[in-house]
T-cell receptor
């Protein structure tokens, strides 16, 4: 079946502009995650959705970053007033289940990422 | 907080050589451990995982054993192929209420020459 898809695959923008990045998770996956992969910081967790709610936004680097998820499916990560340090690959992942049980491990399936370049 | 340290690359090997990529971790509780692989131009793929001490994860000839006493999860393969050239990431998921959050190492670039 189809995997996680992300769009656009590449985005070049000017400093100060807003950008929206889209993630389509695997159908039926209730959990969705955003990560950022940058040269300096490696792979960093940004935000976790369970259904349409985000119980953990602790990784969002500033209030310029926001994300939403609608219909328990598509998610959009929005970066306002982009800065050059926002340049990175933004990865989305989804997983099948609610991850509540201690010791339970839910495999995350990653999309190909969106490469964001802020000039 | 949780952290993962893996050997820095790049690692360059000849085909059929033995591969070890070291990974150690710091975490509270009982995390699950993962190796992810990123082939050129592709997204992250789960390679293998282990959820408790002494578990061995294996896939495509790769193996890693969850060693709680040494807090390690080293990746090994007996005979690498050119097609194994990729970036390998060691990761852990927190235990308890934060078991959804993956913490990654910096990644190790492996190049296998024919």
């Amino acid at each position: 079946g189809a995997g996680v898809s992300q769009s656009p695959s590449n985005k070049v923008t000017e400093k100060g502009k807003d950008v929206e990045l889209r993630c389509d998770p695997i159908s039926g996956h209730t959990a969705l995650y955003w990560y950022r992969q940058s040269l300096g910081q490696g792979l960093e967790f940004l935000i976790y959705f369970q259904g349409n709610s985000a119980p953990d936004k602790s990784g969002l680097p500033s209030d310029r970053f926001s994300a939403e998820r609608t219909g328990g499916s598509v998610s959009t990560l929005t970066i306002q007033r982009t800065q050059q340090e926002d340049s990175a690959v933004y990865l989305c992942a989804s997983s099948p289940h609610r991850v509540r049980l201690a010791g339970y491990t839910d495999t995350q399936y990653f999309g190909p990422g969106t490469r964001l370049t802020v000039l | 907080g949780n952290s993962v340290t893996q050997m820095e690359g790049p690692v360059t090997l000849s085909e059929e050589a033995f591969l070890t990529i070291n990974c150690t971790y710091t975490a509270t509780g009982y995390p699950s451990l993962f190796w992810y692989v990123q082939y050129p131009g592709e997204g992250l793929q789960l390679l293998l995982k282990a959820t408790k001490a002494d578990d061995k994860g294996s896939n495509k000839g790769f193996e890693a054993t969850y060693r709680k006493e040494t807090t390690s999860f080293h990746l090994e393969k007996g005979s690498v192929q050119v097609s194994d050239s990729a970036v390998y990431f060691c990761a852990l998921s927190g235990s308890g209420g934060s078991n959804y959050k993956l913490t990654f190492g910096k990644g190790t670039l492996l190049t296998v020459n024919p």
